[in-house]
């Protein structure tokens, strides 16, 4: 019998597990290292660098193969597209309102259905693949830690390296062979307690972000064997865009 909780026993995802899993391990070999951290049950939010397109389907295959089901934030328009919207449904994703001037306005909601209903949510940290020229983590967006802080739920670090080479970020081009490695490392749950019973206001925002795009740049220089870069690269200090091609 599995012992996944309920809510991770979705038909979709043992369909979609069966079919992309065989294929994605024929080009590429994963190493998952300190997976433990990972919790067997309950809501957390996890946060990985932003390396490529390719990401998503990367975390959320090792998440998978540690006993949850990953869910991914989604725009609420997307829910009423056809075909997508019942995948969307069916594979329990996150659906988020997006209203007025200010992008992913509805976090709280979210984050209390990702609460309630013990949920492991993936969460990028950054908001788009990183600009770094050397591919560190740029400076990080609040939408993680807001959700992690005003619903009282784990923030966990995770970095991966391995798949821009899969995929090459703003390159183009797809280069399954030969086969590459994929190594994926967690970290323990950021120490949020400081801010137990301050406001959630941008002062505190910034700092709990600060600390966890440290742990994840602390990550990733582990797993490259490198010092990361002091300072996080800023897209639009260096007149670079935040989304599309640049």
Known sequence: MSDKPKSEKIPVFRFLAGVLIPLFELFIKFVIIDGEKVPKSGAFVLSPNHLTNLDPIIVGRVVWKLGRAPRFLAKASLFKVFFLGWLLRKS????????????????????EM????GLAVIVYPEGSLTRDPEFWPMRGKYGAVRMALEVGVPLIPVAHWGDQLILPPYAGGFHPFPRKTVTVKFGDPIDLSKFAGRQVDTAALSEATALLMDAISALLGELRGEAPRVERWDPVAHGQSEIGKF
């Open 114 to 117: 990702i609460a309630k209903n």
């Open 92 to 111: 329990g994703q996150v659906p988020v309102e997006r209203t007025g001037a200010v992008r992913g306005s509805d976090p709280l909601a979210a984050g």
